[in-house]
Structure formats: C-alpha cells, structure tokens
C-alpha cells in the first residue's frame, strides 16, 4: 500500500576523506522514497527549481516512484554544500541555499489524499502539520526532524508530536529534545509526548525502537567501506517506513523488528557510495542476503 | 577452570551526576575478578599498600576469589580520583596517585603458575609480558590495555599482541591503535597483529566480537539508571573471558557469543552503582533473568 513523503529535494555538493560530488541529486524525500520504494509504492512531494535535471525525475520515475505532487517553480532547487572530516559521524555544512525551498508550501494533488501512509521528512514542523491536514484519514503517519526545528519551533513540533504514529530522530536530537541523556529514559519520555513509537536512530551504533508494548535493539549493519554517510537516517526511515506499511501490522512485533533492520540495511547500502549510487544498483535479492547475514551476525544462542 | 587476573587494585574516589564515593574499592583487577567470579575461580595477582583496609580483602575472598597473589607492601595503594559530566562516557581524570603501583612487579604464587586462564587486565605491557614468562603453558590468554600504553609504548604491546588469544579494546583505542576510523575494518587489521580474536567495546553502543571464523554484533543492555561508569570495561573482560573459560570451548561460536553476552550483562549490573556495590547483590538468577531479556529485547524474526 502507498507511502506519501513531503520533504526535501536537493542539490548536494559533498566532500569526503574518500571523493567528492558536486550537484548531486539529495535532500530527505529522495532518500526516503528511494529506499522506501524497494518495499511499497512511494509519492513524493517537494519542489525544484526550473534548474533541476530532468535525469534525476526520470531516475526516480524509473524506479516507479510517483513525481506528480513534486512541484516545478521558478528560481533554483535547493543547494547544500558540506563536508565530513574522518569519523563521518557528523557533517559539517558549508553552506545551505534555501532557494525554492525557502518558500516551500506543500501542495497535495487530489488522488495522492487518499494515500494510507504518510511520512512527514524533515522539513519545518509547521508544514508537516499542514500537510497532515490536507490528508484524508492516513492509517499510518510517520515523521523525522532535526536539531533547528526542536531549538526554534518546540510548539509546533510538540503539537505534531501528538498526532503521528511513530517519531524517527537520531541520538543527539532525542537528548536535545527531552533534556535527558539516557537514551532508554529519553525514549519513554519521547512516548509520553505522543507518538505510539520512537525509534531512535545511533547511525553506526544501530537504532531503538520503542512503543508502549514493544522494545526492541539493534546493531546497525556493519560496513567497511563508508564512503558518505548522507543521506543514511532518510534511508533508514525509507526502508522501516515502508516495509511497515506493506506488512500492514503496524504494531505486530514481528513486522516492528523486521522493519528496523530493512531501514537499517536500506541505510548501509546508501553509504556505501555518493548520492544514490549504490542505492540504484541494489537489487531485492541482495536486501534478502544482508537481511539473513544480520540476523547471523547478530543471533544469541540461548 | 580458574582464572589468574594480573591488574590494578584501587582505592577510588569519584563524582558523577547522581552521587560521590571517596576511596571506594576499584581497579581494573577487583571489577574483573569480581564479575568473574560468578563463572570460574579467580586468582588475584595485584598489589595494594598497608593502608588497605581488611574489609575489602574479605569481600573478594567472601565471593571465593583467591588473593594470595594480592601482595601488600608498605606504602600507599593507588589511588585515582575522576569525575564524569552528564553524558557519561568518558572519565574526566582529576589525579592518579601510582603509590605502590609504581613499583609493581608481579610475582606469580607457585600454585598460580599452572592456572589455565590467564587475564592480563591493563597495566603496563611489558609487565603483562613478564607474567606471561612466569605462566607454565596457559590454554587461554587475554588482555586489555589503555591510550597511554598504545601511545607510550607500542612495541611492547606488538609483542604482547603475538602472545594472546584475546585482545580487548574499547572503540577510541581500536582507532588509536590502528589509525583506522571504520571499526570494523580496525578490527580486522588487529587480528593481522596477532591476537586470534579482538573484541572492540563500545560502552552504551555494545560490543564487535571478531575471530577469524567469527563474526559477532552485540549492542549493549540497556541500563536506565547508570549511577556510575567505571569499571564497566573491566566487569565486561571478567563475563567475557570467565564465562568462555567455563565452557571450555574458546572457538565455538555459540560459547563466544554467550560470553560477549555475560559480558555485557556484568557491565550493566556495575555501571547501576558505585563500586562494587551493585555487583555484590547480584544473584546467578537474575543474570540468567537478564540473559533472556536481553535476548528478546534483540532477536531478529526471519
């Protein structure tokens, strides 16, 4: 069953100890909905700008990934320029150019309103809430932020809290936002706020997920070779999002831990090259084998 | 099958977020020997000065650890003083007092030098060494080391490396060590050293086990009040080597697993109080009760 995903569409521009690409097609909603669409079929909605290359629309079009709600206007798409010293834990930002971003007002096309599953990418907490109320009773709502959006919108983020099903945020931000450094203890704190999950993203260290019933740890999938980490927690977000709604038992623990280790594996693929390289050659066979390496590398014998 | 510890015995003071001890039982010999204790004998190789108070020998020896090897000479016992910040991951040293530690040369009982498991806890390398001469045919050997002996003294600790069977390591000295980011890929470049299996520790993100036919992912338990860190590596070297000494199969992967395993589990009971207080009320049921936790909290359903 289709996944909806508003976020960000960008231009990337990335330097690495291990190479460099200058343009590259990014931004949450493309990472997102490219993993997401291993699983279910995904709609996007962001916008460009008149710059943007028609290869990359046909690159996700390609994929099967629905374009309409991904809005052309005047003026440049969205540039972010950065870079990641040696530990590629963390990036740091050259520059940001909103461009067509800056006045982003998400569109719904009619027939996407109806779409079961919606994912908010990070974008401003303000927009997510309207892009909630364009859609006709979603069975599932998922949504992602970042670092500004807890610092300078904690109203709106707090009253977007209380309507999704599940929050995706990685670890700092989850210390960030409760004020509380354990990151089980922050967990708990997070569902009270709200959201019937959290899952809490560690990067190479794996991710948390927690509902009200359900509490599950994993490892993340280890890769030796970490050519750019961009891009990997909209991966990881893609692949559990969307493997949750196809299994359509969103709360069934089963589906839950599969679902983390498809984002997770979705994740590693990803940063194993620049951009969408590694993600454009991954076939549903090769998910199955990580998948069953994983769980062997990671099984405890009782 | 008995275990012989050489390592540090001291005398602690520390202040973290939730509470202060001054002059607590610590050191890298008693948090190994204690966690080790509830799978084998242990026997103590350590030294401490004339100001030891009686109390804390008797607690090792109540818990049936062996310290005839724990020799007192006159002087002080070491002591150290640190304090933790909020996030709780690294130490922040604020004096190390060597005292009697300065001096320190092991000396092996004669009913010690036949002990079949040998740890070498983190002192400095070419001691670890010297206990390795004095040791009559070890089956299983471990060691442990720290940033300052990598840093101050690497050709001893290549040498050690070609001797031991088990190197552990925490994620910051894996980089140092081998100059290499990805864990993974560090690990890997370890075992090239020497040692037949390396466990990388990564504190509230688990443990990597590799050997050459093994591969093993563990996240760590997760502890919702951690009081107080230190000695957390060490109680994790006590399960680990204790536990696969008990099975007596070193190269079985389901001993290595359940070990890395105990492990952790020994580092989640210490880290919930100062001292060994926490680890003096722990009962064998409430290891196997957490043992079992810990595997559902992790299993990954095919």
Chains 1, 2 share one sequence.
């Not at 961009?230 to 038992?249: H, I, M, V, Y």
Request: proline share 5%.
């Amino acid at each position: 069953m289709s996944i909806l995903v508003v976020g960000s569409v960008a231009l990337d521009s990335i330097k690495t100890p291990f190479g460099e690409v200058k343009e590259a097609l990014g931004g949450s909603a493309v990472y997102f909905s490219y993993a997401a669409s291993f699983f279910s079929p995904v709609r996007v909605v962001a916008v460009v700008g008149k710059d943007f290359p028609e290869e990359h629309l046909k690159l996700l079009e390609d994929k099967g990934i629905s374009v309409e709600g991904l809005e052309k206007v005047e003026g440049r798409t969205f540039r972010w320029t950065g870079s990641y010293e040696n530990d590629m834990n963390s990036a740091r930002t050259h520059s940001t150019e909103l461009n067509v971003f800056q006045d982003f007002d998400p569109k719904i096309p009619a027939k996407y309103q109806n779409t079961p599953h919606v994912f908010l990418a990070n974008i401003d907490p303000d927009l997510q809430l309207r892009v909630l109320e364009k859609m006709k009773k979603p069975k599932l709502i998922g949504c992602d932020t970042m670092n500004l959006w807890i610092s300078t919108k904690p109203e709106s983020l707090e009253k977007l809290l209380k309507k999704v099903d599940f929050f995706l945020l990685n670890e700092g931000e989850a210390r960030q936002l409760t004020g509380i450094t354990n990151l089980i203890k922050a967990g708990k704190d997070i569902l009270k706020r709200g959201p019937k999950g959290v899952v809490i993203k560690k990067g190479e260290h794996g991710a948390i997920l927690m509902t009200k019933k359900h509490f599950f740890l994993a490892p993340a999938y280890p890769v030796e070779a970490v050519l750019d980490p961009t891009g990997a927690g909209d991966c990881f977000a893609g692949g559990f999002f969307s493997s949750l709604a196809r299994s359509g038992k969103y709360w069934d623990g089963t589906a839950l831990r599969q679902s983390v280790i498809f984002g997770t594996l979705m994740a590693s693929f990803n940063v194993e090259s620049f951009s969408l390289e590694r993600l454009k050659k991954v076939t549903p066979k090769e998910i199955r084998a990580r998948f069953n390496t994983f769980r062997k590398h990671t099984r405890i014998p009782g």
